[in-house]
């Protein structure tokens, strides 16, 4: 926040010092790791068994066009840091949303199984069976829409001076969508505070998560810009969903309270109250 508000800093000052902590420990973590790849480049014999190639080998030969230079450790540290949290985090917290909201919503959940079974029968559902499968589809897209892994959208910029009701936008000025707002609004969804799948399959509301058809869903963002993620990340998404759905029932237990779908942000935007809690 004090990025975008430099006024505010003074609030995040502990904060800044966490950060700075916890950013030392990653590197002193990783830099090591990233120095023993490069011996094993440089000497494959040091380590027989070692994988043949790894993402951070792409990294190590990386040159900006124009440039000589290569990134520098604390960069690398980054980008590596930045593909592991981009790809697990925002999964895991998007199957505790899923798994919440079958939990409260037996009918959906008895709607998945039957799609999941009509595909598979008694094997076990695997990824190119997915496809098949267009409740549990448009089960992910309405899950992702009510419960995007993070409040905005990935960062874009104004090409060139904009207008934008009533705004003057600079060009090379950051822009980032406020996806809530999208989620929530009436000209784009009917009844859009209500959790419902159906309307992903025979309605106008139909669309893709990408944007082409439309800025209505744009979690992963638009464009060339897009996040490279989003195939995997949907794939891991449905096939851990679908594989629950099919080997196990579903239920709070009685004792619990009702799931609070409450969010709060923390890396990702996360359940306020855990599902996991008693």
Known sequence: MDDYIPFL??????????????????????????????????????????????????LLDFKVD????????PELVTLCSELINGGTDTTSTAIEWAMARIIDN??????LYKDIISVVGDRLVDNPDLE???????????????????????????????????YDVPPDVNLELFLPTIAKDERLWSKPLEFNPERFI????????????????ILFGVGRRICP??????????????????????????AE????????????VVMKRDSREG
Do not use: C
């Open 9 to 58: 800093r003074p609030f995040f000052a502990n904060n800044q010092k966490k950060v700075l902590q916890v950013r030392q420990e990653q590197l002193d973590t990783v830099i090591p790791l990233i120095n023993k790849r490069r011996s094993i480049l440089k000497n494959p014999n040091l380590e027989p068994n070692a994988v043949p190639f790894s993402y951070i080998d792409s």
């Open 66 to 73: 124009g440039h000589d230079s290569v990134p520098t450790d």
């Open 106 to 111: 037996p009918d959906i959940q008895d709607k």
């Open 132 to 166: 098949k499968m267009p409740y549990l589809q448009a089960f992910v897209k309405e899950m992702l829409r009510k419960h995007p892994p993070t409040y905005f959208s990935l960062t874009h910029a104004a090409v060139e001076a904009t207008k934008l009701r009533g």
């Open 202 to 217: 025979s309605s106008r509301e139909t669309t893709s998560i990408t944007g082409s058809a439309g800025i209505r869903m």
């Open 229 to 254: 993620g989003l195939a995997m990340g949907t794939t891991n998404i449905s096939l851990m969903v679908a594989r629950m759905v099919q080997v196990f029932e579903w239920w709070l237990h009685p």
């Open 257 to 268: 309270p009702k799931l609070d779908f409450q969010d709060t942000v923390e890396w990702t």
